[in-house]
């Protein structure tokens, strides 16, 4: 953190500094903070407070304020905030796989999101151990190394008869299936984004379709595919704005997408109330305000630090809050026993993120990193081969030949000044800085016939040892940039674009005037 310096005379005259160049996208910083903050209070209102009717008329406002009119009281006005983690996904994790390639980008996600899975997992298995009762979904938390494993690689959600230990990490095994079907098309992205879009859109209308027909493990696949649609929303997000596909062609993919997404709640694929679609249409919502308003936001240290922990937080709130309220409920009112819970959550976040995300990534983008090729050996140079007329020197080990002239060559002579111009009738000189013509005119020879003719003035021989004139250099034309609201604002990918509008022409300069 910089320290500030005590203001002086010197510093008040300077003018004030340009504002520092954002380097990351501030609006997916701000939803991702904010989203995992209405999950943390979602979960502390409904499975706690509303289930286990604990008194709490503060939630009760905001929840008549928030999730009664919004039609989300079954989970809280937090079930916004996991279409808008899809939404981020499509849009940001579709161009750094095209970037990375399909082992580099495998490897990087493999390391960024099993590494704090484990943690969280054998955490909640000791608090088993130690009968502190973890959060559960209803599903059975038999502890065995199997189950151990199978939770820790998420494969405990495709798997019939589940058995769930992190209740809150369905979410990320629908992440890995939209990574696994990303790198899947990635050769049709690099050519043809469309293509692309296209064979995903394809992918989940049949899954969804074949849900019931191969078992109960398919079905559990099928119910997690059925997200995959908020996913590729933002997917057709990023290509459009980023002109790989047309407009109209990312409006069609689109319809599609939510098409999709509407078609599992009709043919009732596991969802678990009907607001789902709401959520969804509320996260695009939001989406797009915050990507229109990109460049009025600023970015803040606080947005960035919520997004940088919004991974640990989602998996570690539930588990700490649910453990610390069994403790301190109901010897502790509860407003003093969240005082206790808020700050400890966030303790725990704070230790998870240091010491296992952060160096989680490190390691992914030190692994995933393309190696630059090696740089070529200087080569030893070769000792100068001496010739008649030449001599040779080495300094600093660089090569310094001077050539001796046999026969010295003749001075120049001096350069005669130029005459100084004399000013003509009206005071000016001439434009091409030539002296001006003199007073007796040159004479003309006689004309053959002998007779006399009229005399004209000559203009005078321009002294060619004088010196060109100099001309001042102009300014470069700049030509005006677009306005910030209609501006196209780049992602942290592509810093250089810039607007429509400055392919323009100036009016003032649309017209050349023709000399009469």
């Known amino acids: 953190m910089s320290t500030l310096a005590e203001p002086n005379s010197a510093a008040l005259a300077e003018p004030s500094s340009a504002p520092a160049k954002k380097t990351r996208i501030v609006f997916i910083d701000i939803g991702r903070g904010l989203g995992a903050l209405l999950v943390f209070y979602s979960h502390i209102a409904h499975p706690w407070v509303i289930a286990k009717n604990d008194k709490a008329p503060y939630v009760d406002f905001i929840e008549a304020l928030t999730s009664g009119p919004m039609h989300m009281s079954k989970q809280g006005i937090g079930q916004i905030a996991v279409p808008f983690f899809f939404l981020v996904s499509g849009f940001v994790v579709t161009p750094i796989a095209l970037r990375q390639g399909t082992c580099r980008f495998a490897l990087n996600r493999f390391i960024r999101v099993y590494a704090p899975m484990l943690f969280v997992v054998a955490l909640t298995a000791f608090l088993l151990l130690v009968n502190l009762h973890p959060p559960s979904t209803g599903q059975a938390q038999t502890l065995n190394p199997l189950t151990v494993f199978t939770n820790t690689t998420l494969v405990n959600y495709l798997i019939f008869p589940q058995v769930v230990l992190v209740p809150v990490?369905?979410?990320?095994?629908?992440?890995?299936?939209?990574?696994?079907?990303?790198?899947?098309?990635?050769?049709?992205?690099?050519?043809?984004?469309?293509?692309?879009?296209?064979?995903?859109?394809?992918?989940?209308?049949?899954?969804?379709?074949?849900?019931?027909?191969?078992?109960?493990?398919?079905?559990?696949?099928?119910?997690?595919?059925?997200?995959?649609?908020?996913?590729?929303?933002?997917?057709?997000?990023?290509?459009?704005?980023?002109?790989?596909?047309?407009?109209?062609?990312?409006?069609?993919?689109?319809?599609?997408?939510?098409?999709?997404?509407?078609?599992?709640?009709?043919?009732?694929?596991g969802r678990v109330d009907s607001s789902y679609n709401l959520a969804l249409a509320f996260a695009v919502a939001c989406f797009l305000m915050g990507m229109f308003a990109e460049d009025r936001l600023k970015q803040r240290k606080i947005w960035t630090m919520l997004s940088e922990r919004s991974y640990s937080i989602y998996l570690l709130h539930m588990l700490v809050t649910f453990v610390l309220l069994q403790l301190l409920?109901?010897?502790?009112?509860?407003?003093?026993?969240?005082?206790?819970?808020?700050?400890?959550?966030?303790?725990?976040?704070?230790?998870?993120?240091?010491?296992?995300?952060?160096?989680?990534?490190?390691?992914?983008?030190?692994?995933?990193?393309?190696?630059?090729?090696?740089?070529?050996?200087?080569?030893?140079?070769?000792?100068?081969?001496?010739?008649?007329?030449?001599?040779?020197q080495l300094v600093n080990d660089?090569?310094?030949?001077?050539?001796?002239?046999?026969?010295?060559?003749?001075?120049?002579?001096?350069?005669?000044?130029?005459?100084?111009?004399?000013?003509?009738?009206?005071?000016?000189?001439?434009?091409?800085?030539?002296?001006?013509?003199?007073?007796?005119?040159?004479?003309?020879?006689?004309?053959?016939n002998g007779g006399a003719h009229r005399a004209r003035p000559v203009e005078s021989a321009v002294d060619r040892t004088a010196e060109p004139p100099v001309r001042r250099a102009m300014p470069p034309r700049r030509r005006p940039s677009a306005p910030p609201e209609l501006r196209y604002q780049p992602d942290q990918e592509n810093q250089a674009q810039r607007g429509d509008q400055d392919d323009l022409p100036r009016h003032r300069n649309s017209f050349r005037h023709t000399p009469r």
């Open 398 to 448: 660089a090569e310094v030949t001077a050539e001796i002239p046999r026969i010295p060559a003749e001075p120049l002579p001096p350069r005669r000044p130029a005459p100084r111009p004399r000013p003509v009738q009206n005071g000016r000189l001439p434009r091409d800085g030539a002296p001006p013509p003199t007073d007796t005119p040159r004479a003309m020879p006689p004309r053959a």
């Open 169 to 269: 990490a369905w979410t990320m095994i629908v992440e890995v299936i939209f990574y696994l079907l990303l790198m899947a098309v990635l050769p049709l992205l690099r050519r043809w984004v469309w293509l692309g879009i296209a064979v995903e859109l394809t992918f989940v209308f049949v899954v969804m379709m074949s849900r019931s027909q191969f078992g109960p493990s398919w079905s559990l696949f099928a119910v997690n595919v059925s997200y995959l649609p908020a996913m590729l929303i933002g997917q057709v997000i990023w290509a459009t704005t980023k002109k790989q596909i047309p407009l109209w062609t990312g409006a069609l993919y689109g319809g599609c997408a939510w098409s999709l997404y509407v078609l599992a709640d009709v043919i009732d694929v």
């Open 329 to 392: 409920r109901p010897a502790v009112p509860l407003p003093i026993a969240l005082l206790v819970v808020i700050p400890a959550v966030f303790g725990v976040v704070e230790l998870s993120y240091r010491f296992v995300e952060r160096p989680s990534h490190s390691l992914a983008r030190r692994l995933s990193h393309r190696p630059k090729p090696p740089s070529p050996a200087p080569e030893t140079p070769e000792p100068p081969v001496e010739t008649p007329g030449e001599t040779t």
